[in-house]
């Protein structure tokens, strides 16, 4: 080897030796990429390589100006002696917000007030908007019980849109400028609300403005039809003050809905005022709301009277035998009431109408009498109720009986009763002739009202 060539080497050999022994250190790598939101170590080794007389510890790492919740280049930079080294870090966006959805089914009659804030809530790094649409009809309306709308519910998902986000993206012309989330939603759903009641199958979807989209189900229930409140008709009741508001008497209200079904009583609001104080008529107004937000309203009348006080029922014997109690009476419009309401179900029925017979309407307050301490269709001497026909002369070939306390003094309540009641409509609606009816009124027992009704032929 010549000299020159030896010195070229030797010279070449010693400025390795300064790159290794004398710096020490060498940059391998200047650029690193982190997804926004998540942890981020930075580790020298993957961006330095370095001699044995180097240790890591006598690196020093700043990364104070790393915002890892923020989109954007950061500089990251390594400090050796004198010497200093940059590493640029990317922080980019390129996950879907995570999306849950909060609601899966919603019942409403307002299509103005459904925001995705009701819907479900969402987590990105990056701002976001989000939109309510793509709803597809399933079925008509129709009344869903639980379990019907579970397995509606069943089916519904939350998931990325990444395959169909690419889609569009790889479709815009390589010159077109950087598309924002709302051009992406603007092609992902159809915000247009449904035209006719019914079961939707709907979609919330949510975009940040990196374009990464994710989407979720839930089921709409479109209904803008009210309950259906049956079974409202004015009446009147007898209380020993009829300045007192009533209570309302709702055993005979039917509240039905085309979605929700049959609705509990207990879910109508009521509100008593006084229309007439001198003729101590009261208005109920009733109302209830299905599941939708829709309201039924309905009203009737309460006329309040005093108790009947004959002088020939003023305690004492009844016509047919029986102690009365002091201040207890016998209600003949009751009676009356009572008679056209059944005769009027049995004409429906295709039935003869039931003959009211005096002698068996006096039996009917004897055992008027006898259920206020003993409501039973068992006597108290152990006959059955019926008995007391024979007790007025009356032979028959076949009876039965009804009973009843309370409603309030209503006739048409207790009728109700009876006719949802196998039992007693079946009384009601037996080939009978003739009948025997008594509304017996104490005002200081418990249910104050004790109804009978005979039957027989």
């Not at 590493?87 to 980019?92: A, D, E, K, R």
């Not at 879910?267 to 109302?287: C, K, N, P």
């Not at 049995?346 to 003959?355: I, N, W």
């Amino acid at each position: 080897m010549s000299v020159k060539k030896y010195i070229l080497a030797a010279g070449a050999l010693c400025l390795s030796l300064f790159l290794l022994t004398g710096c020490g250190i060498r940059q391998t790598a200047s650029e690193a990429t982190v997804q926004a939101g998540e942890d981020f170590h930075f580790r020298a080794e993957d961006y330095f390589e370095w001699n044995d007389r180097v240790k890591e510890s006598d690196l020093i790492v700043d990364t104070s100006a790393l915002d890892l919740n923020r989109v954007g280049e950061y500089p990251v930079t390594v400090s050796y002696r004198r010497e200093q080294y940059t590493v640029t870090v990317s922080v980019v966006d390129e996950k879907a917000p995570a999306l849950k959805m909060t609601v899966e089914s919603l019942f409403t009659n307002d299509l103005s007030g459904i925001g995705a804030q009701t819907l479900g809530v969402y987590e990105d790094v990056s701002e976001c908007v989000e939109r309510v649409g793509n709803y597809e009809k399933g079925q008509d309306l129709a009344v869903l019980s639980e379990e019907e709308l579970e397995g509606l519910t069943s089916g519904l998902t939350v998931r990325d849109l990444a395959e169909e986000t690419a889609g569009l993206l790889e479709e815009l012309p390589p010159e077109t400028e950087e598309p924002s989330c709302d051009w992406l939603l603007d092609r992902l759903v159809d915000d247009r609300p449904p035209a006719e009641e019914g079961v939707y199958r709907a979609q919330m979807a949510v975009s940040d403005v990196w374009c990464n989209a994710s989407e979720g189900n839930w089921i709409l229930v479109y209904d803008t039809t009210p309950p259906l409140l049956e079974g409202v008709q004015d009446v009147t009741v007898v209380q020993e003050d009829p300045s007192v508001p009533p209570v309302p008497d709702l055993s005979g209200l039917q509240v039905t809905d085309n979605v929700d079904g049959d609705i509990l009583t207990a879910a109508v609001s009521t509100e008593v005022s006084e229309t007439d104080a001198a003729g101590h008529v009261y208005t109920v107004r009733l109302s209830c709301m299905d599941r939708a937000g829709n309201e039924a309203e309905a009203s009737y009348t309460i006329t309040v009277k005093e108790p009947e006080r004959p002088a020939e029922q003023q305690g004492g014997a009844s016509a047919a035998g029986g102690t009365q109690a002091a201040g207890a009476v016998f209600l003949s419009d009751q009676v009356s009431q009572v008679l056209a309401l059944i005769n009027e179900q049995r004409a429906a029925a295709g039935l003869d109408a039931l003959t009211l017979n005096s002698a068996a309407t006096a039996a009917a307050q004897t055992r008027a009498v006898e259920i206020v301490d003993s409501f039973s269709h068992v006597r108290p001497n152990g006959n059955r109720g019926y008995t007391t026909l024979l007790d007025v002369g009356i032979q028959y070939a076949v009876a039965g009986e009804n009973l009843g306390i309370g409603y309030g003094g209503s006739a048409a309540a207790v009728v109700n009763a009876w006719m949802n009641s196998e039992t007693h409509r079946a009384n009601i609606m037996k080939n009978y002739t003739d009948t025997g009816i008594a509304c017996y009124y104490d005002p200081n027992s418990t249910n104050q009202y004790h109804w009978v009704q005979l039957f027989f032929r």
